[in-house]
């Protein structure tokens, strides 16, 4: 949104979804003479620090506003409430004073939007049309200088079926001319009962556990401009395993779901599946030097790091291959010991033989029924033996039949990524790469750490009395201690349902149950339809990717990418070069490049150096994803489940067909304003703009 007069300026933080609060505004009044030109107001720092004890959340807001004019400027603070919370304490001092505000219900509040409105010519405001209002004058704001707020806030958050949901609005994307100086989030949980899975999907949190009942998050970022809210949800529960369900569901159509498997961060060690782990290592001559080194170095604190009770084999490879041992050994500490014996007399030289080193491997469990993970760690592509792609293929997917997962470390960028994925995704394992810059031990011990601890191998999941289809994964990953497995798809019918979650508990078979319900209608979480699409597209186009391209797979990904406003290599069109140009200026040089990397064709068929694995990378990100994103596009908007487009300076629904009959309302008549007093949760749409076409309770509307 650009500024449309140098009098009447909107300044941030305006901040709303539905059923939460929003940061403050601060409404400047015109200067004394109109000619005036005035310089928006500055944002120095936007802190938030967030309490919540047993369901009741406190929220404390502390920013301070900088106003760069040569002049005073007077104004009206406002601040939107969420529902059912009550301000605590206020701090606006002026000249040594405590200023005092008051509270309006939404029935004023609502005239006061309203009016700012009519008086800016800027509708965005009208998305608060249904919530409580906090208000005081400001003055003055000094040529020059600070005005510091802080706020306090108390609400008691919802529980439903074991999940608690906290949201903080960091939009901000409609009110600031610029980007922050920093924003930081600190927040604490403290319950009586155990804290099972901790999860944000709209930010990338540090995770701290103080305990099984207390956790602590933190998000920090500097000059930055937020472009979606603050989401945190929690669950509670005594269980060895928890389920926790979250759905959306806007229209008659099918809904959406999330479903989050975690169990307990700390596990009785006796409950802890033994596993069977492979170490397979490329030790041609590409990886002589530092690659080397830190190969070994890795595989030394693997090996440390193995279970009592675990079995281990290394098989290190170049044109030959070599095996530790003729199977796989105990995990003792004679065993382990020999095996850094072996690690440590490891050199670099000759050819890739990947096809008889992968074999070998997988003929190393013999008839064990424990879970068997390959670590497979490679710089370079088959130059030995077996070299024919499809051929490789082929031969590990005979060799796999008790499904070992393969899990890829691709190092540097002389790589074949389609080779290396192909083999993690068709053997239930995943694809990393470590650039030139990075380091093979850290990356590698990172991973050994996340699966040290098996709970639950063997997966599977059956919903009943709903019908769920497109949910991905479409095979579950074993589930380990400390970790999470989150699934998304869609869901037919309604009503009270169980999850079935059965899998494999040192070779004895467990069905756990959880009730749950699958609601009829569910707006709350509108991140979920996108988040969905995203992971859908990644399957579709990882298809095209390793195994070529068809019209429907086309077809479907086109259709999804207009649907839900995602950049993929056959809907580029979108990417302009004015439309790169993010809201305060260029975009980030992560934001440009991402855009780069998903709308180039190349993504999908540059096998090797560093757009290959850039591209690699992305699509395997896009597969695992669990964070809603947005569209990265200026002409481009996501409200809810809906996309919207800019199409000739009017924001048009993606849904919306040419020649379909619309209820025609004029921007700022009589009959716009009963319509937003009327529907006042159509306000989100309304705050596009003045030209608007959009689907509300079933019928399609046009502001004109």
């Not at 079935?500 to 709350?524: A, I, S």
Request: include cysteine; aromatic fraction near 10%; charge should be positive.
């Amino acid at each position: 949104m650009k500024f449309k007069s140098p009098i009447f300026i909107t300044l941030l933080i305006a901040l709303l979804p539905a059923f939460a609060a929003a940061d403050g505004i601060i409404i400047i009044d015109p200067p004394p003479h109109p000619d005036e030109q005035v310089i928006p107001l500055e944002v120095i720092y936007h802190r938030v620090k967030i309490n919540i004890t047993k369901g009741v959340a406190v929220t404390h807001i502390d920013e301070v506003f900088y106003n760069p004019n040569n002049m005073d400027l007077e104004g009206t603070f406002i601040f939107p409430l969420p529902v059912g919370a009550s301000i605590s304490d206020f701090s606006l001092y002026i000249d040594g004073k405590k200023v005092s505000g008051e509270v309006l219900p939404a029935d004023e509040a609502r005239d006061i939007y309203e009016d700012i409105v009519r008086r800016l010519k800027d509708p965005a405001l009208l998305e608060y049309m249904d919530r409580n209002l906090f208000k005081l004058r400001v003055y003055p704001i000094p040529a020059r200088g600070k005005r510091r707020v802080e706020l306090t806030y108390t609400e008691t958050l919802k529980y439903d079926f074991g999940t608690v949901k906290y949201v903080y609005p960091l939009d901000t994307e409609k009110y600031s001319s610029a980007p922050l100086n920093e924003v930081t989030i600190e927040a604490s949980i403290k319950t009586d009962i155990p804290i099972k899975s901790v999860y944000s999907p709209s930010h990338d949190v540090d995770i701290v556990r103080k305990g099984k009942s207390e956790v602590r998050l933190s998000y920090e970022e500097k000059n930055t401009l937020p472009d979606r809210d603050f989401v945190l949800y929690y669950t509670l529960s005594k269980e060895e395993i928890d389920a926790s369900l979250i759905t959306y569901r806007e229209r008659g159509d099918d809904g959406f779901f999330m479903l989050l498997l975690t169990p307990s961060p700390e596990v009785d060690r006796n409950n802890v599946i033994p596993k069977d782990v492979t170490f397979v290592l490329d030790t041609s001559g590409s990886m002589k030097g530092d690659k080397i080194k830190q190969a070994k170095d890795a595989l030394t604190f693997c090996i440390k790091s193995l279970n009592q009770g675990d079995r281990f084999n290394i098989i290190r490879f170049a044109t030959d291959t070599e095996s530790f041992r003729k199977g796989l050994v105990s995990a003792n500490k004679k065993n382990k010991s020999e095996a850094h014996k072996f690690v440590s007399a490891i050199k670099a030289r000759g050819g890739t033989n990947i096809n008889d080193a992968l074999l070998l491997a997988l003929k190393s469990n013999g008839q064990s029924k424990r879970p068997h993970i390959l670590i497979f760690i490679t710089d370079g592509e088959p130059t030995v033996g077996e070299t024919d792609l499809p051929d490789i293929i082929d031969n590990i997917e005979k060799g796999n039949k008790k499904k070992a997962r393969i899990f890829v470390f691709g190092v540097g960028e002389d790589i074949n990524t389609h080779l290396l994925d192909k083999i993690s995704s068709e053997n239930h394992g995943v694809s990393e790469y470590v650039k030139p810059a990075e380091r093979i031990d850290k990356i590698v011990s990172n991973f050994i750490k996340k699966i040290q601890s098996p709970v639950l191998s063997g997966l599977s999941i059956d919903m009943t009395k709903v019908k769920v289809k497109d949910a991905f994964p479409k095979e579950p990953p074993d589930l380990f201690a400390g970790s999470q497995v989150t699934i998304v798809g869609r869901y037919r019918g309604s009503g009270k349902s169980t999850i079935l979650l059965t899998g494999f508990v040192n070779k004895k078979k467990m069905v756990f149950e959880y009730p749950v319900k699958f609601p009829e209608r569910d707006t709350e979480n509108d991140f979920l339809p996108r988040i969905w699409a995203t992971r859908k597209i990644a399957y579709l186009l990882d298809e095209i990717r390793l195994n070529g391209e068809n019209r429907e797979l086309v077809d479907e990904i086109i259709k999804l990418a207009t649907d839900f406003g995602i950049v993929t290599p056959y809907t580029s069109f979108l990417v302009t070069e004015d439309q790169r140009e993010g809201f305060g200026g260029a975009p980030t040089p992560e934001a440009d490049e991402e855009l780069h990397v998903m709308s180039e064709r190349s993504m999908l068929t540059k096998k090797g150096g560093s757009f290959g694995v850039k591209s690699a990378e992305k699509m395997r990100n896009l597969k695992e994803t669990d964070k809603v994103r947005g569209p990265n596009l200026m002409s481009i908007k996501q409200v809810g489940e809906r996309t919207f487009f800019l199409r000739e300076k009017v924001w048009v629904d993606s849904e919306y067909k040419k020649g379909t009959k619309t209820n025609e309302i004029k921007y700022g008549s009589k009959k716009y304003w009963v319509f937003a007093k009327n529907n006042p949760k159509a306000g989100r749409y309304l705050s596009l703009g003045k030209k608007v076409i959009f689907n509300y309770e079933g019928s399609w509307y046009k502001i004109n």
